[in-house]
């Protein structure tokens, strides 16, 4: 990082002052992964009843916050630089330094790639290094185009191109952060496919307020009421709701109210307005 930064410096090159910079973000972004895993192991309490596992999906959309806003930075920073009538740029000094940025980033991208799949935080340091090893291989195309070419405004194009793409990928994994801190529905569970499921269960007449939502990267939950015949065994009926629901969806962690069908008791009416939430009746 500090050697870019001198050889941004020394060679004029934006391409490799943003990654100077980018790398120092990267830093800043994997302690905050550290720390929120930290936090993530600690044990629930009576006022955390799930522990602290949102703070791995919070971490993850400061960290895609950070790229979006030092992608756009350099964006300025490009047209800036296009303003101006004369640009000198070492393209050797560039490229060279470049190469050796480009090798420290791939380590950190093979290092990272196995577990990024299925954690939105290590998804989000995944992508710091990716971005990382993408501006170095713009920044490595930028120094051969004004090396053979004397093309200096090739430094802002790929500084350009590769914040482009940087944000493209940030903003994914920003809208599947907010999605998990919304509690809205995880993007692979068909809501629709689910519930038809569960109605096709034998002895199930009904469902109502049902709600999938997130709690970290891999754990998701499920609350739902059943209306079902009367005469029943609701044990055995909950088991094999519960079996097809983990099994076709992998959702492991379910509240399910079971209710006899046609029994006043079971009414449920919730209604949500803002400061204020009303309900009356009671579950079997």
């Given amino acids: 990082m500090l050697v870019e930064l001198i050889g941004g410096y020394i060679s004029n090159s934006l391409a490799l002052v943003v990654d100077a910079f980018h790398m120092l973000t990267d830093l800043a972004a994997l302690g905050l992964t550290l720390a929120a895993f930290w936090f993530a192991s600690r044990p629930k309490t009576p006022e955390k009843t799930y ?3 949102r703070l791995e999906i919070l971490a993850a959309f400061i960290n895609g916050v950070f790229l979006v806003s030092l992608s756009f930075f350099v964006i300025y920073e490009a047209y800036k630089r296009w303003q101006k ?3 000198v740029v070492d393209g050797e000094s560039l490229t060279l330094i470049a190469i050796g940025g480009l090798i420290v980033n791939l380590i950190c991208v093979y290092l990272l790639h196995d577990s990024a799949d299925g954690n939105l935080n290590l998804r989000g340091a995944w992508l710091h290094a990716a971005s990382d090893a993408l501006g170095s291989i713009s920044a490595i195309l930028a120094g051969l185009l004004i090396m053979l070419f004397d093309w200096t405004w090739a430094d802002a194009a790929m500084s350009l191109f590769i914040s482009l793409i940087i944000i493209y ?9 907010v999605n998990v801190l919304l509690e809205g529905t995880p993007s692979h569970i068909n809501l629709k496919a689910l519930e038809k499921t569960i109605r096709e269960t034998k002895s199930v007449k009904d469902v109502h307020d049902l709600h999938v939502w997130t709690i970290t990267s891999g754990i998701h939950a499920l609350s739902v009421h059943v209306v079902h015949e009367d005469g029943i065994s609701q044990q055995e009926l909950l088991r094999c709701v519960k079996s097809r629901i983990n099994k076709e969806f992998g959702i492991g962690h379910l509240t399910i ?9 079971n009414e449920c009416i919730c209604t949500f307005e803002l400061g204020k939430v009303s309900s009356r009746g009671t579950g079997a």
């Fill in 85 to 87: 009538d004369v640009l």
């Fill in 257 to 265: 109210q079971m209710e006899k069908e046609g029994d006043p008791d």
């Fill in 51 to 53: 522990g602290y596992y």
């Fill in 169 to 177: 990928g940030s903003w994914q994994l920003i809208k599947d952060s």
